[in-house]
């Protein structure tokens, strides 16, 4: 029974309308006056040193105005990651580089009249290299003889392990108890060591980002970004001029799922615009997309439990070993994620350690991307339970649940392992897991197929049932803030004004929804703007699944902020005590009396009447805790014996958001994940030439999945509430992408009786993996 | 890159004297020359305005005009050709949007090595009817073998023999919408249970394609109860070069496997 | 060169590169509800309408469009009055980041004129050419199934 005016309600999507009919500007959409154009020359070398570049043939053609690259632009080292400030990732990287570190690196940039003559000039662009040994193994990336990838003066801004000379941009170590009591006491050890590829995030519109001078001579960049205050920050730091002369505007944008959590192209757009005092856009291709922008990490994780014949697990250890490219932005907070975000879920295990390093490798950026290092470490970890679980051929549903953290529980981990930082300590206080077990196993008729390996199509297919469970986080707790502030109008509607990040996610909506809560009044009467570094006020943007928990909770305090100012006026108005008043339906009702009085006078007589003021206030929010997210998620299988073609035929999430505040952008963001998760499991991966150029740049050979391709979804919201959350909730952005590739596995090895430790499980390893048991 | 310049006949027998001139080529509508890049063409004739789209169904021969779109041969012949090798192989070659603009002809003529197109009519023993430096009917086969046959022609129509075949077709993708990393065609013809005629096509092998002559010779006059056809198949030796969906040995013991399971499919149907 | 384009039904002389796209030539001439997603007619961002057909606008030459009827999503319906698919997508909440959303909706308008009734099959079939990395689809499905619904109790 919902008790709420908005919350639980799936209103209309504030742009919903406006995105259907075409009328929404994205970034390549706005019109600019004269701009010139960008196109970017990039190393076709995985390895090697600019010697000489040569740009007189490029400058004749005819249009082309500027021709950027290291000789001509300061070099100030930075990290192209969206994170706070000091970022926790190294500053190895200039605007141009003079040494080429992969096959995508950016040699230079033109900037011309129209963008066939800047890219027309940018092969023209006569560059000699001297080429290195390029290094590509990231088990090899600490030998002494490897390639060393950076120099002497990449460094880290945080006191964190950081050693370039050995290539290693990240290192955590953390450990509690006794590991060699740990093991010697189990009955039976697993260990097994796991990969996962890299990947693409596939948002539909490609990075764009344009700049321009407004009248009074500052800097707009209008970009495609998760993070507009840390894209100000960083532009303002490489172009060497005061953060206020920039502003930073997201307009809607199309997707980005961590991939946008990146500022590398409005350093790039502004320099051009100052140094030519004219606007500049780019928009990069697909090809660019995949290549130059950023990637999942690829990584391998070394796991090994011990457990007794009772299923107590006596030990973890967990050695992880990622693959941060050629530059190191995310590299330690993706690693430290794939333990933080695991390693707590089984909290009564008394002999932990994790180990991690980051290494650097001459191939496409690894970056953020939805789900983090925790999607990584789950594949590893909910394999290792199926294995434990059939070992003492117990029902797995039943020892997850019987093990898992559980409400009032905490896990050394949290305080142990954070982002960049040590982390912080917390209880958890909403952790409906068991039920989303017991649910999700109804959904998919579990008992019904588990084990049985029911074979269909003449005996050629089988079936096979797997599940996996996983935690995520909401925001990094003492790290993400994020602000609010809000007007009235003097017809009782509102301007909210937000920092944060609307991907397409519907946040402004949700946010919408839970500052109309407060004031108990439609949402439609909220005008939302977001995501505007002059307008709005500071949130760190769209990551660590932040927006709903952090943001929410910023909102909330100013709507309860400006309920408090509309009493007060009210209580003046009626000659009463605040204590007797209250909200409800866009009026102040004295509760004894019934008299009331309407928000639009309110305000009225605030403005104009008397003792005038602007109904208006602000404030922020910043976890001191960071209330996971719990899921179950179940795959059904069936595996073609002799092709090895694996077709998901039925997937369900349980997902613990807390109180989802919209319930159909929630299960959109599940059903969105899911299907992401499936074919990162199956299909997708970046093929390398053995010169580290990646050959499948286009969503010809970057096989993603469309509406034919997708399984049965179920998705159930659990019934549950986090008291430190806005109105009970959570988060939900990331937390369903953990689920399918280890369900899957564990679905396969329910089939075929193969586990699958090396994704993608394309039907060739399938095949061979099947082929090498008989 | 300069210019392109284009053409807009009207009459087919401007086309011949266009076809000869260098760097000039036709386009019917499909991806073909934007896919793959246009550096030596100087100049598009382009076909919409000619009368190549026409649909024949008469005297035992279907013919198909060749700026005909795969989504308009699919429309046109499920009225009366709903079980056709052409409605299943066209019906599910690209996407949606990419069939309602790839024309029969320009598949032909630029045969990519994923054709959904010319495994179906090369087991039909289809025909192109050619104008231009060569004029008339050619088999397919010697068309797309024959490099004169290319060279300043193009195709008017395709025909083949409006026949009644039990048919199977198979395309080894990785996702739905994808380029075939190689497909397979099998047509039949059965009376009381044996088989009278079979043609079996793969495309996308390392010679680009292959009509298995000797299989079908095994198959022919088999009664299909009695047919052992894993046996029958497993002596079939094509070769298949690697390719993103997996090994060249990996795509050959697929080839294999599907090719058994197509044939069974086929002998065991109604 | 330049031509005559009928765009959404007005008439329009466009000048543009011969060797242009329709796609480019959309978007250089006000047409930026039409996106661009890959240039390579893979993921149906740049879906338009010709001749009520359903084609990817990057993998056709403007030059060859001749007098054929160009439809965007702005032809169909807008804020004011949308059309009953434009108001399902917005109910079942299948708009997400509404990259792909124009995309979509066009290719379900081509499918409903012709199968006013689709299975969910046929449904997945239509949209065989859009690609969409928000929703996994399921609302986008249900906004179709609850268009032709709509749709045909309007009738």
């Given at each position: 029974m919902n008790k709420f005016l908005n919350i639980g309600k799936s209103v209309k999507k504030i742009d919903a309308l406006s995105l259907a009919s075409g009328i929404e500007k994205f970034v390549d959409d706005f019109p600019l006056d004269n701009p010139l154009y960008l196109a970017i020359l990039y190393s076709p070398h995985a390895h090697a040193n600019i010697v000489n570049i040569d740009t007189t043939e490029a400058e004749s053609i005819d249009g082309v105005v500027d021709i950027l690259h290291y000789g001509n632009v300061q070099r100030i080292l930075h990290t192209t990651a969206g994170q706070g400030f000091p970022e926790p990732s190294p500053y190895d990287t200039a605007l141009f580089n003079r040494k080429m570190r992969f096959v995508g690196d950016r040699v230079a940039a033109v900037a011309a009249e129209s963008s066939k003559a800047a890219r027309e000039a940018a092969r023209k662009i006569a560059v000699e290299y001297e080429i290195l040994e390029p290094l590509f193994d990231i088990e090899k990336a600490m030998d002494d003889d490897a390639p060393r990838i950076h120099g002497d003066d990449a460094h880290v801004v945080i006191p964190v392990p950081y050693e370039p000379e050995r290539n290693l941009a990240a290192e955590v170590e953390i450990g509690f108890g006794d590991m060699q009591r740990g093991f010697a006491e189990a009955d039976f050890i697993e260990e097994h060591t796991y990969t996962t590829q890299y990947a693409s995030h596939c948002a539909i519109e490609p990075h764009a980002a344009i700049s321009y001078f407004d009248e009074r001579g500052r800097l707009v960049i209008v970009t495609t970004t998760q993070v507009p205050f840390h894209a100000r920050r960083i532009t303002a730091q490489v172009l060497d001029i005061p953060v206020g002369m920039i502003r930073v505007i997201k307009p809607r944008i199309g997707g980005g799922f961590g991939g946008k959590q990146e500022v590398f192209l409005e350093p790039l757009v502004a320099i051009v615009s100052w140094r030519n005092k004219r606007p500049a856009k780019i928009a990069l291709t697909r090809s660019e997309v995949f290549v130059a922008s950023r990637t999942r990490n690829a990584m391998r994780i070394r796991l090994k439990t011990g457990a007794k014949k009772d299923g107590t697990i006596t030990a973890i250890e967990m050695d992880a070993l990622m693959n941060t490219g050629a530059y190191g932005s995310h590299a330690l907070t993706v690693l430290s994620n794939a333990g933080s975000k695991v390693l707590p879920l089984f909290n009564k295990v008394e002999n932990i350690s994790f180990i991690g390093r980051s290494v650097y490798t001459n191939l496409p950026i690894g970056g953020a991307y939805r789900g983090y290092g925790a999607t990584k470490g789950y594949f590893a970890f909910n394999q290792q339970l199926d294995t434990i679980a059939r070992r003492k051929n117990q029902d797995i549903l039943e020892y997850i649940k019987s093990w898992h953290i559980k409400e009032g529980e905490t896990s050394p981990i949290f305080a142990a392992l954070g982002e960049g930082k040590e982390g912080v300590a917390q209880i958890i206080r909403s952790c409906k897991l068991s039920e989303c077990i017991d649910k999700g196993a109804e959904a998919i008729d579990w008992y019904s197929k588990r084990g049985k390996r029911i074979r269909i199509d003449s005996e050629d297919k089988v079936k096979g049932i797997g599940i996996a469970v996983s935690m995520q986080g909401s925001?990094?707790?003492?790290i993400d803030m994020g602000s609010a502030s809000m007007k009235m109008n003097e017809d009782g509607s509102f301007n909210l004004h937000i920092g944060a990040t609307d991907l397409g996610t519907g946040s402004d909506t949700i946010l919408a929804q839970i500052a109309a809560e407060v004031l108990q009044i439609?949402?439609?009467k909220m005008i939302v703007r977001s995501s505007d570094t002059d307008l709005t006020p500071f949130d760190v943007g769209a990551y660590a699944s932040s927006t709903t928990y952090v943001s929410g909770n910023a909102v909330r305090k100013c709507a309860e902020k400006i309920g408090a100012q509309i009493i007060s006026v009210a209580g003046k108005m009626l000659d009463t005590n605040v204590e007797n008043l209250i909200l409800t339906d866009c009026k102040v009702v004295e509760t004894l009396s019934k008299r009331e009085i309407s928000f639009a006078q309110i305000c009225q007589y605030a403005l104009y009447s008397a003792d005038q003021f602007q109904i208006q206030a602000g404030a922020s929010y910043y976890g001191t805790e960071s209330p996971p997210p719990f899921a179950a998620q179940f795959a059904e299988v069936d595996v073609d014996t002799r092709t090895g073609k694996v077709d998901v035929i039925k997937f369900v999430s349980a997902v613990d958001c807390g109180q989802p505040i919209h319930p159909k952008l929630a299960e959109g963001q599940v059903e969105g994940a899911v299907v992401n998760g499936i074919s990162y499991a199956l299909c997708e991966e970046y093929l390398f030439d053995s010169k580290g150029r990646m050959t499948n740049d286009s969503f010809w050979d970057y096989k993603i999945y469309n509406a034919l391709d997708i399984p049965e979804l179920v998705t159930i919201l659990a019934d549950s509430h986090e008291e430190t959350g806005p109105f009970g909730a959570k988060s939900v952005g990331e937390i369903a992408i953990n689920g399918p590739m280890p369900a899957i596995a564990n679905a396969i090895y329910d089939a075929v009786g193969v586990r699958l430790f090396n994704a993608p499980f394309t039907p060739e390893k399938v095949f061979n993996a099947i082929k090498n048991k008989r | 890159m300069n210019g392109l310049q284009w053409f807009f006949p009207e009459k087919l027998d401007v086309v011949p004297e266009l076809l000869k001139r260098d760097g000039i080529v036709p386009h019917a509508g499909g991806t073909f020359l934007i896919k793959t890049g246009m550096k030596k063409v100087k100049g598009l004739i382009d076909l919409a305005n000619l009368p190549l789209d026409i649909f024949h169904d008469s005297n035992g021969f279907i013919e198909i005009g060749s700026t005909s779109t795969f989504s308009g041969i699919v429309e046109k012949m499920s009225s009366n050709n709903a079980d056709s090798i052409l409605v299943k192989s066209l019906g599910q070659a690209a996407s949606t949007p990419l069939r309602n603009r790839i024309t029969i002809g320009g598949s032909i003529a630029s045969f990519p090595i994923w054709s959904d197109a010319m495994g179906p009519l090369i087991a039909l023993d289809a025909e192109v009817s050619l104008i231009g430096a060569v004029e008339g009917f050619f088999s397919i086969v010697r068309y797309v073998t024959e490099r004169e046959l290319r060279k300043e022609t193009l195709i008017k129509s395709v025909r083949f023999k409006s026949e009644k075949w039990d048919s199977y077709y198979f395309r080894a993708t990785r996702t739905q919408f994808d380029y075939p990393a190689f497909n397979i065609t099998v047509l039949c013809k059965r009376l009381d249970n044996v088989i009278k005629d079979i043609r079996i096509v793969i495309v996308g092998n390392r010679k680009k394609f292959v009509r298995i002559t000797g299989l079908e010779e095994k198959l022919m006059n088999v009664k299909t109860d009695d047919a052992d056809i894993p046996v029958i198949v497993r002596d079939i030796d094509i070769e298949f070069a690697a390719k993103k969906l997996g090994s060249a040995d990996y795509i050959k013991q697929l080839a294999g496997i599907e090719l058994e399971r197509g044939i069974n499919r086929i002998l065991r149907s109604k | 060169m330049k031509a005559i384009f009928r765009i959404n039904g007005q008439e329009k002389e466009l000048s543009f590169d011969s060797r242009a796209t329709l796609l480019t030539v959309l978007r250089e001439n006000g047409c930026t509800e039409v996106k661009e997603g890959c240039n390579a007619g893979e993921c149906g961002a740049c879906l338009v309408l010709l001749d009520g057909k359903p084609v990817n606008?990057?993998?056709?030459?403007?030059?060859?469009?001749?007098s054929k009827e160009i439809t965007t999503i702005n032809g169909i319906g807008d804020i004011h009055s949308p059309h009953p698919i434009q108001e399902a997508f917005v109910d079942t909440g299948a708009?997400?980041?509404?990259?792909?959303t124009p995309g979509m909706i066009l290719a379900a308008y081509s499918l409903l004129e012709e199968n006013p009734e689709p299975t969910d099959d046929e449904i997945k079939r239509a949209l065989d050419g859009n690609i969409c990395r928000c929703t996994g689809y399921v609302k986008i499905i249900d906004a179709i199934r609850l268009a032709s619904k709509r749709m045909r109790e309007n009738e």
């Open positions: 925001g990094i707790p003492r439609p949402v439609e | - | 606008s990057c993998q056709i030459f403007a030059a060859s469009i001749g708009v997400q980041c509404g990259f792909c």
